[in-house]
């Protein structure tokens, strides 16, 4: 049982390159989300889904895309990276709105 | 909007010892889920512990316990006979009953003295 799979665990782009996060649960689960990580500020949350076709905005949304086609799948597109991008990137999902969620093992992200 | 606040940005604990780590939010809801998820070295996120608003009984994970003082909007988490490999960042999180969004505090970094 993988749980949740995200690729790559490392990358470095340069400004404005583009390029997709990689997310997918084996878990069956309803609820999938991305978050970014950054120092002293927690996670914050970017775009979440919770089933497949729908998605909303999070948090800090701007400069990222998401789409749910399928239930096991969640990428996350950068459009036009900048440095402020910057961060670690956490997928994570759960199967109902009182559970915790199960984490990725998070893709550091370097905009130069 | 929800909020999470955890006022200790770093801890330190001698292996063995017992230490409380804080956090505090803020919500008008009376029905919610709070969390204590650690994040070690390798960057993976492991869910410690979980406790409902609607039960008083506060939660224990064999060596982890909270102090949930849901009328303070407290939620702290106790590490008993700490151990080496306790050393991580602590997050506090907060959900609401119907948004299935989690609110973050800042995280608390423990280090364990051998």
């Known amino acids: 049982n993988a749980g949740v799979t995200q690729t790559p665990k490392f990358q470095v782009l340069k400004t404005g390159q583009s390029m997709t996060l990689q997310c997918a649960q084996d878990?069956?689960?309803?609820?999938m989300s991305w978050y970014r990580q950054d120092p002293g500020m927690g996670l914050r949350l970017i775009h979440y889904?919770?089933?497949?076709?729908?998605?909303d905005q999070g948090e800090v949304p701007n400069g990222y895309n998401v789409s749910r086609s399928t239930t096991e799948d969640f990428p996350l597109r950068l459009l036009s990276a900048a440095p402020s991008q910057t961060s670690v990137y956490f997928c994570?999902?759960?199967?109902?709105?009182?559970?915790?969620?199960?984490f990725g093992s998070g893709t550091r992200l370097t905009v130069v | 909007a929800q909020t999470v606040t955890q006022s200790q940005p770093e801890m330190s604990v001698q292996e063995a010892e017992t230490v409380t780590l804080s956090c505090t939010y803020d919500?008008?809801?009376?029905?919610?889920?709070l969390f204590w998820y650690k994040q070690p070295p390798s960057r993976q996120m492991i869910l410690v512990i979980r406790?409902?608003?609607?039960?008083?009984q506060n939660a224990t994970e064999n060596r982890f316990s909270v102090n949930f003082q849901k009328a303070a909007k407290s939620f702290s988490l106790k590490i008993s006979d700490s151990q080496l490999g306790d050393a991580a960042m602590y997050f506090c999180?907060?959900?609401?009953?119907?948004?299935?969004?989690?609110?973050f505090g800042p995280g608390t970094r423990l280090s364990v003295l051998p």
């Open positions: 994570a999902s759960s199967p109902g709105q009182v559970l915790g969620y199960t």
């Open positions: 878990m069956n689960h309803e609820y």
């Open positions: 889904s919770v089933g497949a076709g729908i998605t």
């Open positions: 919500t008008s809801e009376s029905d919610y889920y």
């Open positions: 406790q409902e608003a609607y039960k008083q």
């Open positions: 999180a907060y959900r609401n009953n119907y948004g299935q969004n989690f609110v």
